[in-house]
């Protein structure tokens, strides 16, 4: 067994398979939906068959959903993500595993993000997520001032895909965004939800987090600009950060 | 006239000249603000946070621009950045009407133009309690903000030109309008007068 593998804590360990049950379940989630989907109309034998052999596959997707959703209570829920919750960037630069801990609060945070953007399917990766934490550290971004570490991670994150298979739908708001707009709006969404001032504020961190989504959404177009850009990207995130 | 008030308007422990650059305040203000006219009136609103997003940075993109130094022109800046902030929230619409009351009075202008009404009630609130914040003064509400006359034009004239909405806000607070250019803070009244006072001085 490779050195890095046997070191793994058992919060690193349980990263990919997090992972993987969720993909296993978002799987199933996204055939089931291909299956409410009314079947094409043919000569009523065929279209007899094609409806049995459905039926049986709903049955076997329903299976695997119970076990998966058996094993994702199991191993899921045995973090401590709801504490996590309210950690700031600071928070978790501070303790040890800091990229599973970041990757952990994050996948709070982003899904929750991507929810009230109007995303009604996506996955996000805990793995990617801690990976990207990792790499914007080792830039050395972290050496310069927090708004650097911010940018390096905004931009590891979008790089690395952490968000995918998105589907978006219409939200009360009305202006959707698209597919591509709607991860990198929540990712900025997220990155400033780490890095705002929470100690002044009655401010629940789901609340908070929500505005950070119509500040990241009014901001699109600054972001579209200043994406590519490290330097350009953490002026916008300074510039707006302390006005949340 | 008397205007419901927020209860984050009513606070006097914050400094709410800070407060209002944050979205969070924005948000939770403007919405107790809604809150207190929908009450008042019976009009059921609905707030589009998006379209309140983008109003709040174009206000604060408006405001930084035109920001003075000398801090003689704070006071009269505060009924100027009031007034961006009305032009901000009519150009981008935040409010959406649900419903009004069955028979209301359409010559009282809460019900004439009911999202013209909490805009121009949050503004002027917004205004009040920084002036009495940081120079310990009263707004002084005009007559014409209960003239209903004045908000027929106050109406169409927005519509086709929403930087008049400051002037608007300087007529109903009683201050001397600019109506020629509106969103220009230097070429206000006041602010024409002390460049002028500054040339003699000179």
């Known amino acids: 067994m490779p050195t890095s593998q046997r070191n793994l804590s058992p919060s690193a360990a349980r990263l990919p398979l997090k992972d993987a049950l969720r993909m296993l379940r978002f799987t199933v989630k996204r055939g089931r939906t291909l299956l409410d989907k009314p079947l094409a109309p043919g000569p009523s034998p065929i279209s007899g068959m094609a409806r049995a052999v459905l039926n049986d596959f709903d049955q076997i997707a329903d299976r695997v959903n119970d076990v998966a959703a058996g094993l994702s209570r199991r191993f899921l829920d045995t973090d401590e993500s709801g504490r996590l919750y309210s950690a700031t960037l600071a928070d978790i630069e501070n303790i040890g595993e800091a990229e599973i801990v970041f990757a952990q609060a994050a996948y709070h945070g982003l899904t929750r993000a991507l929810r009230h953007l109007g995303t009604t399917e996506g996955l996000v990766s805990e793995v990617r997520m801690a990976e990207a934490y990792k790499a914007a550290v080792q830039s050395g971004a972290a050496e310069k001032d927090r708004f650097a570490l911010a940018a390096a991670l905004m931009q590891e994150l979008v790089k690395r895909g952490v968000v995918r298979d998105l589907l978006s739908g219409s939200t009360e708001e009305g202006d959707c965004l698209t597919e591509t707009d709607l991860a990198k709006v929540a990712i900025f969404a997220l990155i400033l939800w780490f890095l705002v001032d929470r100690q002044d504020d009655e401010d629940d961190a789901e609340g908070l987090l929500l505005t950070c989504c119509d500040m990241a959404r009014a901001l699109k177009s600054d972001l579209a600009e200043s994406l590519d850009d490290a330097e350009r990207l953490q002026d916008l995130i300074a510039a707006y950060v302390d006005k949340i | ?202």
Request: aromatic share 12%.
């Open chain 2, 1 to 202: 006239m008397a205007l419901p008030i927020p209860d984050a308007l009513a606070e006097t422990d914050r400094p709410i000249r800070r407060a209002m650059r944050r979205l969070r305040w924005f948000k939770q203000s403007f919405a107790q603000q809604v809150e207190a006219i929908a009450a008042a009136s019976g009009t059921e609103y609905k707030i589009h946070d998006d379209r309140l997003a983008k109003a709040f940075i174009a206000w604060l993109r408006a405001f930084d621009a035109q920001k003075p130094t000398q801090s003689t022109a704070r006071r009269d800046f505060t009924n100027f950045a009031s007034g961006l902030m009305l032009q901000q929230l009519l150009r981008d619409a935040p409010l959406e009407v649900v419903s009004v009351p069955v028979g209301s009075d359409a010559s009282n202008p809460a019900y004439y133009w009911p999202e013209g009404y909490v805009y121009v009630a949050y503004c002027l609130n917004v205004r009040g309690a920084v002036l009495a914040q940081d120079f310990d003064e009263v707004l002084n509400l005009a007559p014409d903000l209960s003239d209903i006359r004045t908000w027929w034009s106050f109406k169409e004239n927005v519509t086709e030109d929403p930087s008049l909405a400051i002037a608007f806000l300087d007529l109903f607070s009683g201050q001397n309008p600019n109506w020629s250019t509106p969103s220009l803070f230097y070429e206000r009244p006041e602010q024409l007068e002390a460049q002028q006072r500054r040339g003699i001085d000179g």
